[in-house]
């Protein structure tokens, strides 16, 4: 069975840091590319970055270059998101992604609220 947990989400003020997780079981972890996205209320869900499998080469949504990092560690079938610099909008439910050819799976999101 295949498992996504996220963890490490919460409320943050802005300008503040979250390490956002996300442990996988049941895959072959080095395989699939990560990805996290995000959805706000009333928004469509949204591509946030992704890490993909072999060297690793990583994407950005242009909204948070800069400022977040995607990593992933293939040992410990993790995947990682450090927010810094974290600004109201960033506000949503943050889901991690598993992708190989055919196979995608989701986990259940975390939420993150930047808020004063």
């Known amino acids: 069975q295949v498992q996504l947990v996220e963890s490490g989400g919460g409320l943050v003020q802005p300008g503040g840091s979250l390490r956002l997780s996300c442990a996988a079981s049941?895959?072959?972890?080095?395989?699939?590319?990560m990805s996290w996205y995000r959805q706000a209320p009333g928004k469509e869900r949204e591509l946030v970055a992704i890490?993909?499998?072999?060297?690793?080469?990583?994407n950005y949504a242009d909204s948070v270059k800069g400022r977040f990092t995607i990593s992933r560690d293939n040992a410990k079938k993790t995947a990682y998101l450090e927010m810094n610099s974290l600004k109201p909008e960033d506000t949503a439910v943050y889901y991690c992604?598993?992708?190989?050819?055919?196979?995608?799976?989701w986990g259940q999101g975390t939420q993150v609220t930047v808020s004063s």
């Open positions: 049941g895959i072959t972890f080095s395989n699939y590319a």
């Open positions: 992604s598993a992708r190989w050819v055919l196979s995608e799976y």
């Open positions: 890490t993909r499998s072999g060297g690793g080469s990583t």
